[in-house]
């Protein structure tokens, strides 16, 4: 009778262990996929936005200060296409790289414009 319930037990923690490594497996699967983005290229009306870049979410952009002074940014596109976080009340813009904001004041200040500061 013992042998019966110990063997039943292994069988139950084996079956627990194979469902969590399924489920750990399946969540990693899904958070790939949310890593690597849609996959899907940008609308084709969108003007000058290379197929391969991502944007700064609203939501992010709401909370993101300039480092020096602790204000908020604003999110421009040059010419080029470029994303830009810019402080315009010092003229410090700084690069956003494939979504990722470069939020250091070195960066702001190698990339400042004074045409850009507001009165």
Not at 30 to 41: C, K
Not at 52 to 81: F, H, M, N, T, Y
Not at 83 to 103: A, C, F, H, Q, T
Request: hydrophobic fraction near 40%; glycine fraction near 8%; proline fraction near 8%.
């Amino acid at each position: 009778m013992w042998k019966f319930l110990v063997r039943l037990l292994v069988l139950a923690g084996l079956g627990v262990l194979a469902y969590a490594l399924y489920r750990a497996i399946q969540q990693y699967r899904e958070d790939s996929v949310f890593d690597q983005g849609s996959g899907a290229p940008a609308a084709p009306d969108a003007p000058d936005a290379p197929a391969s870049s991502r944007s700064i979410s609203p939501e992010l952009l709401a909370i993101l200060a300039d480092p020096g002074d602790k204000g908020p940014v604003e999110l421009i596109r040059d010419d080029d296409g470029r994303e830009w976080l810019v402080n315009r009340r010092n003229g410090y813009r700084y690069p956003v790289d494939d979504g990722i904001p470069i939020m250091l004041l070195e960066e702001g200040e190698k990339h400042r414009d004074e045409a850009l500061i507001s009165a």
